[in-house]
């Protein structure tokens, strides 16, 4: 990635972040603020205070007493009543009396049937009291606040306007969702109340609870809340409701229109988000704030209870359908969600998101990806990583305390959030820049040297200096048997030599690197390769083995497939055969050469004798011959000792085996009596028992175990040394004349 790059794309990064919140859309960044917010409130909620507010439940218990719900109007005009005798300062109906009583005697007479006694209740229907009316005479000797909910249907009648209000600033109405229907109490029972409220609690996307309006606006007209409404008669019913919103005298907004800041009734002040919802903070729910409507409506109810409150009539039934969702409880009754907040209105426990949080969330989130973009290609990942980590936990701890001491709301997700991903954006142009240098390494090197190689200098290279280590490793060598023949054949033909050259070179080189091994060098028509280095491998003889033997496999479906292009073509068919040599040992492996020039590759002694093994397998007519160390490190195959044997160039003779199969044909039991047999003609062999040694080699060819061309070496040799022994200080080792 070019330099200039690395500034232009997390800064890019940055400007869109910091647009998308002033932005700031409803969606999963804001849903994270609310749940970090809600957090907060279940770690640390509003402690329960004996505010003058109780809830009259009409609960279950009151239900079975009183009966099913809705109750005749009389009964409810019966509390009404006795509430107002107690003492209640304020009754507020988290009801809405939308329909006509159906207990009234007119609603109940007409389903009665024809009887005289009944045709006489009709002619004096005019004269009985309508259930309504009484309940609207009850509420008319009381101070009763009634409800209604906005909605976006039509609107038959508007509910009634008990105060008016005025603003200071912005228009508050511009900032409020709006609504076009509503429905309302019946009018006589509206008539009759002091104020009038709205029951409206605006969940989130959600479902939660969190925000209450305090004003809502119906059409082009505002409407206040049940709880504002309450306030307001509970003070005498006298005060106006007066909106403070953006531009007003002492309210800034750095220029801009962040609508309405607080709403104040009377001696209280409300503080507000910018569409006049108040921030609920709630307690855990507590019996002292339920009283059982049947127990009001019983004798003996303490008048102390309800004296001086203002008194909520609501319910908690859950077959009533009155439950709503908050931070701390997935299932509360809405009566109480009012009540909770003229509790910390009247407590002035008020949860704020100051209208100035987001500047300030803003220049957090400027200040420290700025600081990420520019210092982040001096400092590199881990400590940008460190400090940015520590700014999004100090800025999670500031919240906290803000909360927990000052009871403001700040949103320490979203510039968090952003933060992160300027600091994933840096370190992944640190990651495409990092990978562009290992990619020219890979391009300059893939075609000299091993993938495992290449990719571990890729990785470190500062590995690409002179210098060997010693390692234990095990080295292969493959030739080409009797490539003088081939040759010739390709005499007129020298690109086709080529081809096949490479034909087979590129199948035996797969099977070499699918079992760990590195390529060397290509010698002609020859492969080096050795186990344990670049990498690690602990299992290098074995894994050099299983290479040898799938080599010789692949070998024989080459040939098979160039018979069958031979055939085909008519020409002649030479077959490729191969002697490849294995051995173990410690040796020297690191970059060798010059300093201007070097290539990866292994020197030692046991390297050495790898090639002269594999010169040896012609002689002793195996396809695989390895030394006693890759014998010992690899004992799970199918071996055979062939001899002790001095090759040419060292002075030490060591003991050489022919690697035959897998463990598969180890265990078959009759490769165990052929190699019982096979150990036995060595033994007397070396015994100089020449007969019992003839003896031997012919039940070995009878046994069939595959190398019918070593027998014929020893038989040439029990002839020549029953004509001319070699005397009782003969070692039994062999003399290679031959490399």
């Not at 020298?494 to 760990?516: A, K, Q, V």
Request: proline share 6%; net charge negative; hydrophobic share 45%.
């Amino acid at each position: 990635m070019k330099r200039w790059l690395r500034i232009i794309v997390p800064l890019a990064v940055l400007v869109g972040g910091v647009a998308l919140r002033v932005a700031d859309p409803a969606g999963v960044v804001e849903e994270l603020r609310l749940k970090v917010f809600d957090t907060f409130q279940r770690i640390k909620p509003r402690a329960y205070q004996n505010a003058p507010v109780r809830i009259v439940d009409i609960d279950d218990s009151s239900l079975e007493r009183i009966g099913q719900w809705p109750w005749p109007r009389t009964v409810v005009a019966r509390l009404v009543t006795r509430l107002t005798e107690l003492g209640a300062a304020v009754i507020v109906f988290d009801i809405v009396f939308a329909e006509p009583d159906r207990t009234s005697p007119s609603r109940v007479l007409p389903l009665w049937p024809d009887t005289p006694d009944v045709e006489a209740l009709r002619r004096n229907i005019n004269e009985l009291p309508d259930h309504d009316e009484i309940l609207a005479e009850a509420m008319g000797r009381s101070n009763v606040v009634t409800a209604f909910v906005l909605t976006d249907g039509e609107l038959p009648r508007p509910p009634a306007l008990k105060k008016g209000f005025i603003h200071a600033g912005d228009d508050p109405k511009r900032f409020l969702s709006k609504f076009t229907g509503a429905v309302v109490s019946l009018p006589e029972i509206e008539a009759a109340a002091v104020g009038n409220g709205a029951l409206n609690v605006a969940a989130e996307r959600d479902g939660v609870v969190r925000r209450m309006p305090t004003v809502l606006r119906l059409g082009d007209d505002l409407r206040p809340s049940l709880v504002l409404e309450a306030l307001r008669v509970v003070q005498g019913g006298g005060a106006t409701v007066i909106i403070k919103s953006s531009g007003a005298s002492g309210e800034t907004g750095l220029g801009e229109h962040t609508g309405i800041n607080h709403v104040k009734i009377g001696a209280f002040v409300i503080p507000t988000d910018g569409k006049g919802r108040m921030w609920l903070h709630y307690t855990p729910t507590v019996p002292e704030r339920f009283i059982p409507a049947w127990m009001v409506l019983g004798q003996g109810f303490p008048r102390e209870a309800v004296e001086g409150v203002i008194v909520l009539i609501g319910t908690s039934a859950a077959g009533l359908r009155d439950q709503k969702a908050t931070p701390l409880d997935p299932v509360v009754p809405g009566v109480e969600i009012h009540a909770q907040a003229l509790e910390q209105i009247i407590l002035g426990d008020y949860l704020v998101r100051p209208d100035w949080g987001k500047g300030a969330e803003i220049v957090f989130l400027v200040a420290l990806g700025l600081f990420l973009v520019v210092l982040f290609p001096w400092l590199g990942a881990l400590w940008c990583a460190v400090i940015a980590a520590g700014a999004v936990a100090g800025a999670f701890t500031v919240s906290w305390y803000a909360y927990a001491q000052m009871n403001l709301l700040f949103d320490p997700v979203y510039p968090s959030a952003f933060v992160l991903l300027i600091y994933l954006v840096e370190s992944l142009a640190s990651f495409l820049r990092s990978e562009a240098e290992k990619r020219q390494v890979r391009d300059a090197f893939s075609h000299y040297m091993s993938p495992d190689l290449v990719a571990q200098l890729a990785e470190h290279p500062d590995r690409l200096k002179l210098g060997g280590e010693m390692k234990p490793m095990t080295l292969l060598f493959c030739d080409i048997r009797d490539f003088t023949a081939i040759s010739e054949s390709h005499k007129s033909d020298p690109e086709g030599l080529t081809r096949l050259i490479n034909r087979f070179l590129t199948p035996m080189t797969e099977l070499i690197l699918d079992h760990g091994g590195t390529i060397d060098k290509y010698m002609g028509d020859c492969i080096m390769a050795f186990w344990n280095a670049p990498l690690d491998d602990i299992e290098h003889a074995h894994n050099a083995c299983g290479s040898a033997l799938a080599m010789i496999q692949g070998l024989k479906t080459l040939n098979e497939e160039m018979l069958a292009e031979a055939q085909a073509d008519g020409t002649r068919h030479i077959p490729i055969r191969v002697g490849i040599g294995l051995n173990s040992g410690t040796c020297c492996v690191g970059n060798m050469g010059a300093e201007q020039r070097f290539d990866y590759s292994v020197l030692g002694d046991d390297v050495n004798l790898a090639a002269r093994l594999e010169g040896q397998s012609k002689t002793y007519g195996v396809d695989i011959v390895m030394g006693e160390q890759t014998y010992e490190r690899a004992d799970s195959y199918a071996v055979v000792e062939l001899d002790v044997i001095r090759v040419k160039g060292k002075r030490e003779a060591v003991r050489i085996y022919a690697l035959l199969g897998e463990s598969e044909m180890r265990d078959r039991p009759e490769f165990g009596e052929f190699t019982e047999r096979h150990q036995a003609m060595l033994a007397a062999y070396r015994g100089q028992q020449w007969q019992q040694a003839r003896r031997l080699v012919a039940e070995c060819r009878n046994l069939n175990g595959g190398v019918s061309g070593l027998y014929d070496l020893y038989e040439k040799r029990l002839d020549a040394f029953e004509a001319d022994p070699p005397g009782p200080d003969w070692d039994g080792v062999y003399v290679a004349e031959t490399k």
